[in-house]
């Protein structure tokens, strides 16, 4: 049993490694920058990202939360030492601000709606949240030339929404500010502040 995203993180490909760790050198130094105490990563899979900030020593508290049951399942048996929960990005079961920072990374261009899930993540978030999407049409270009969705010219047949940088960034200010926007190729980081 696996998914998709195991599949991503176990990657023993050279390029998709080299990818994915420039990715997280790039979130992990604005973290680092932060400081925050408390994170809840929405969609966390199976808990990659968070055992990466438990190694780098970034945050005191950390959850995840993952609408996929067979990603906490296989999360729980890699990591089971991570605090890794099943849950809904449009309905969190947390209270008002109860995270320093919520990380939502590659989630939101699978979502129907994803103002109706920043609105959520913004509710419980204290300071802030980082946010990743595929950078288009870049991500889609890059998978096309190396024979990846050839048929849908690239695209991820689960990958319903498209922004460029400046696209997603346009959207991520109607509910935080954005303080940073980052592009570790193949991919857009937003770090937002909550409004004051």
């Known amino acids: 049993m696996t998914t998709d995203n195991f599949k991503k993180h176990t990657s023993t490909k050279v390029l998709q490694r080299f990818l994915i760790n420039r990715f997280f050198n790039t979130l992990l130094g604005e973290l680092a920058l932060i ?42 048996e890699v990591h089971p030492h991570l605090d890794l929960r099943q849950g809904n990005v449009y309905h969190l079961d947390f209270p008002d601000n109860s995270f320093d920072y919520v990380l939502c990374l590659e989630v939101l261009e699978h979502l129907e709606h994803p103002e109706k899930a920043l609105a959520e993540l913004r509710r419980v978030a204290k300071m802030g949240c980082i946010i990743s999407v595929p950078r288009e049409p870049l991500f889609r270009l890059a998978n096309f030339v190396r024979g990846k969705n050839l048929s849908r010219w690239g695209n991820d ?9 400046t696209a997603i960034a346009r959207l991520v200010s109607g509910y935080f500010k954005v303080n940073q926007i980052r592009k570790p190729f193949p991919w857009t ?8």
């Open 35 to 76: 400081k925050p105490a408390t994170i809840l990563d929405v969609g966390c899979g199976e808990g990659f990202t968070l055992e990466r900030l438990r190694k780098a020593g970034i945050g005191e508290k950390t959850i995840g939360v993952d609408f996929l049951e067979r990603a906490i399942k296989i999360g729980k």
């Open 157 to 165: 047949i689960e990958h319903i929404q498209h922004w460029s940088s």
């Open 189 to 196: 980081i937003i770090v937002g502040k909550k409004y004051e």
